[in-house]
């Protein structure tokens, strides 16, 4: 059993729920201030960036359960360690949903009905997009997202620099789509908080693991036809 590496997917997931969500639950409409969505996709593409140079050597840095699959379609990670992998990843992302519910109810006023970044579609989405809308998003940009990470961490491709591609592909996703969903590509980041909303976030949550994963799966045959050696 491999518990450094799940630990170091349970710091990262960790990690990219307390910043990501951290930036939109905090930050994101500080009176003055706010960073806003640019701010946000912002913080998200930084979680993935930092924490796949901090211990992405120890676990290859998945930090998310649908690349985890994605990683498995496309041959590079053993079935045998997916479930650990994304146990690993759910936990560290409610374990951060759980730090970030210490503090934002510090504030006078805090109210889990605002949403605390969970992932919608219809009335819950940002932008009232439809459950369809919502789908087609999480697919399509988890698909792009795995071709990014299959691509960047290919041996052919430039070495070093993966986790900046990564990053700053999860940047792009979330300048996309954070009206549309607010953002998943990752159901441990959903999970992660939705549990803490209850209610609609939880009956909604099935979309935030079934797109990504179902993307992620596509990317990673779509991968395998243009990148495969010939």
């Not at 491999?2 to 630990?7: C, E, L, R, V």
């Not at 992932?119 to 919502?134: D, I």
């Amino acid at each position: 059993m491999n518990t450094k590496a799940y630990g170091a997917e349970f710091l990262g997931t960790f990690w990219l729920v307390l910043g990501g969500c951290g930036s939109a639950v905090l930050a994101a409409a500080f009176p003055g201030v706010g960073i806003g969505l640019h701010g946000v996709s912002l913080a998200f593409g930084l979680t993935v960036l930092t924490m796949a140079y901090a211990v992405g050597h120890i676990s290859g840095g998945h930090f998310n359960p649908a690349v985890s699959v994605g990683l498995w379609a496309g041959g590079r990670f053993p079935a045998g360690q997916l479930l650990p992998y994304i146990v690993s990843q759910v936990l560290g992302g409610l374990a951060a949903g759980g730090v970030l519910y210490l503090i934002a109810s510090g504030k006078a006023g805090f109210d889990l009905a605002g949403g605390f970044a969970s992932n919608g579609f219809g009335e819950h989405s940002p932008g009232q997009y439809s459950m369809v809308a919502a789908l087609v998003t999480e697919v399509v940009m988890t698909a792009f997202f795995l071709i990014i990470i299959l691509g960047a961490t290919d041996g052919r491709a430039p070495a070093g620099f993966a986790p900046i591609a990564i990053g700053l592909a999860l940047t792009l996703i979330h300048l996309i789509s954070i009206p549309v969903t607010n953002t998943s590509v990752n159901p441990a980041r959903s999970t992660g908080v939705a549990l803490y909303v209850g209610g609609w976030a939880i009956e909604q949550l099935w979309l935030f693991w079934v797109a990504p994963i179902v993307g992620a799966l596509l990317g990673a045959g779509a991968y395998r036809v243009v990148g495969s050696k010939d």
